[in-house]
């Protein structure tokens, strides 16, 4: 089947099987290798992408699903000029990736979260992000990384035992 | 806060700090980060050859049977290429050890004659992309007669898995020291438990993948695989190929997660090389699917520990008596035998705890169920919750503070080097240290006083856990990984190259799989040599490229390979300083570099540069002084001999949901004594990391086989893996002791997977005062113990 979809602001028209999943279609198609795939049953997120600003699963979706819309994956989030996104850079600031398979998913969750929820505290973040998994960091340095990105601050990628608040007589939430 | 006690201040973004201050210890940049970033990692995925086809393989239904038959017509009709076990037969795989009990045995390729496991590889279908290459394989007809399956390694099996073994046991040795049955009549207290830990794995988030071309033209082999250990598997592949070793070459390009499941050479990776062998010029292409990672990648961690120890009227610990039995799946894993679980279990079930009489008998027993592997931390978060498990009991049979009977056991600085019963030498000690620090940052009084609190008030209960472990990292030749096998891992080779431009170009034995290791070799590298970290490039995990390493396993890699890379810089400064000393016609001593300029003591400005030094070294021979040769590198092996004992502390402290029966953690605490932290956000991030991993084993992820050797939790729906929202944040402290190795590093990838057993089993214990004796510690069977 012929599909015309834009990508990350670029025209591609493809012909693909009807059951050619998005995620083989902009990984080998349109070369877009950025979109990683985890589990290709839809838990692990490391294939989340943007279509029409909304974020989906490229693993459970049909290439022909996308014709006409509007695909944004990791390779566009980078500026023109090279500079990093925001939330690229907190990622690298806080050591928000390890082996970085994860990381393509999580960079489009974020974006997405920090676009529909700029005001998220952590434990939205926490919630919002469950969504993907990864295998490497334990999560907090990517919780920080939204946060910085949020904040435009300087976070501890891991707290130390020093700075971390220690409750006293009252037993706080969190 | 004494002064050589280190923490982690440095955590906090990344540190561009400019020239001149040395990049160890500070988080400069990764390397690996602006690639991985911008969804430009080169992972073997992302492989794409000319003429490239892509392989399905088809897996066993059974978890046990006879293979009667092959079919394979209809599939070649349709043009398929097709391999199954029959052509492939006269190679397998046979983990070797010398030790007296082990009984050899052998994995095929493609399995024929049996299948011992559900998801084994039966054959391997050929297409122009995946999607028709699984078209292909419902084509593909195997007979089977169903055999009795065995899932339990505890149970008898009316079938054995391997002829030659037929009460499935694969190994069995008995660790021994002192009198422990004297002691034990004789001790105030005998404490007994019998404990299973739950099967999980290491579940990296890329699975398994290989592309493999055959160059007829030269006879050589090129093998991307996404592997920990590239030159093993070179090494293994020649061998199993009969190919001349130079003649093959793998390469690991990014990794995306190993954990130990990938430095296994599996019969997947060997039937790839195989076929492209035999379809010359045409690359191929396997990328695991995550249903077969869950299915046929290494699984972990289902043991059983028969458990006694004995104790005095004070609490000091006098003897342990155990008898661990690991079921290590259908295979004995290549090359690793099947030895590498219980065989640690044995040698650091007593930890950092001191002890004289000790008697451990371990065994591996083969089953029906996918081949048990090494995965981070190797058996030791079993064995610490084993361990742990002990004290908590006897502490609440004598009366002790669960706290205070540990402290009382562990081995002081005062003790080192402290040889374990299994022979072992502790070289670390910190333990009261790291202890006193985890309590601190608990808030210890503050949690007990809360935990009065609600039991008075009735509302939820929270109990406090602790686990004290001892990780062996870098090990040398004398205290070698695995179970003598007929290769040793103690060394590594590193070589460092000025480039004519003064640039710097490392090529290391060493492998990453996300720790980093690029960004860790190029400032170990940058500051022996005295150049800038920008100006080193660190090439990595192709063998045609780096002359040795073992790779990624034990905790090695910053001991040994971070050694190597050391010591080599060292040599190529040396270099630098005798060329440009001639050059200048100054002496040696009076010279030093920083940043890529050479100095003269004592004058604030550079005499010569680097890169000018290189230059003359391969460029200007008419300028080399009298007896140097051209060129401007050197290639050094390194090897501690011995290894470096990490030491940690973990405490957290849990609510229980009495209505749900699940766990809440409120505050998790590790301190590590992980020697010198060469990047404190890498450090940080392996031990927060290795935690999250320990606390999914702990509470949610479990393999389950039914009685027909099913596995009933084939996805990532049933098989749960902890997000965002299960892993709490976490406080990481360090007692930084420098270790005796060229960099003072311990190693720090496996230790954070140590403890969550423990502590998570121990706070329940101390919220609720119920024994936990099974794991995972799910809500459900929280739940039912709260019901009686
Ligand atoms: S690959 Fe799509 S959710 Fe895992
Ligand atoms: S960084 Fe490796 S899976 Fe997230």
Known sequence: ?174 | MSEDTVMAEDSVGVDDTAAGAGSLGRNVRRKEDQRLITGHGRFVTDVELPRMRHVAFLRSPYGHARITGADTAAARDAGFRVFTGADFAHIELRAQSALPSYVETAQPVLAHQKVRFAGEAVAAVVAADRYRAEDGLELVEIDYEPLAPTVCAWEAPSEPVHVEAPDNVLLERTFDAGDVDDVLASAAVVVERELTTNRHAGNPMECRAGVAVWDAADGKLTFWNGTQVPHIARNMIAELMGLPEGRVRVIAPDVGGGFGVKSVLYPEDLALCLMAREMPGIPLKWVEDRAEHLLAATHARDHRYLMKAGFDAEGTLLAVDADVTCNVGAYSVYPWTAGIEPLMAGGLLSGPYKLENYRCTVRGVATNTAPSGPYRGVARPASVFAMETMFDAAAAQLGIDAIEIRRRNVITPADIPYKMPSRLVDDSGHYRECLDKALEALDYDGVRAEQRRRRESGESPIGIGVAIYNELTGLGRAASAGPRMPFRTGHDACTVRVNPDGRVTVLSGVTSQGQGLETTVAQIVADAVGVRYDDVDVRIGDTDESLWGFGAFSSRQAVIGGGAAHNTAVEVRKKIITLAAGLMEAAEADLRIEDGDVYVVGEPKPYITVAEVARVAYLESNRLPDGIDPGLDATTFYDPIRGAFAAGVQVAAVEIDRATGELRILSYVCVEDAGRAMHPQIVDGQIAGAIAQGLGGALYEHLVYDDAGNLSTGTLLDYLMPTSAEVPDMVIGHVSRPASNPLGVRGVGEGGTLGPNAVLAGALRDALGIDVDELPVSPDRVWKELQG
């Open chain 1, 1 to 174: 089947m012929k599909i015309s979809f834009s990508v990350n602001g670029e025209r591609a028209d493809l012909d693909v099987e009807p059951r050619r999943t998005l995620a083989d279609a902009l990984r080998d198609d349109c070369g877009l290798t950025g979109t990683h795939l985890g589990c290709e049953h839809g838990v692990c997120g490391a294939c989340t992408i943007l279509i029409d600003g909304e974020p989906a699963r490229a693993c459970l979706m049909f290439a022909v699903q996308v014709d006409g819309a509007s695909v944004s994956t990791v390779e566009g989030l980078q500026g023109t000029d090279g500079e990093l996104h925001p939330v690229q850079e907190a990622f690298v600031a806080c050591h928000g990736l390890q082996c970085g398979f994860c990381t393509p998913g999580m960079l489009m969750s974020a974006c997405h979260l920090l676009d529909t929820k700029p005001d998220a505290d952590r434990e939205t973040i926490r919630a919002e992000m469950s969504g993907n998994i990864c295998r490497c960091t334990g999560y907090q340095s990517i919780v920080d990384a939204v946060e910085r990105a949020r904040e435009g601050m300087c976070v501890p990628a891991v707290r130390d035992s020093n700075t971390a608040a220690p409750w006293g007589a009252t037993f706080p939430e969190e």
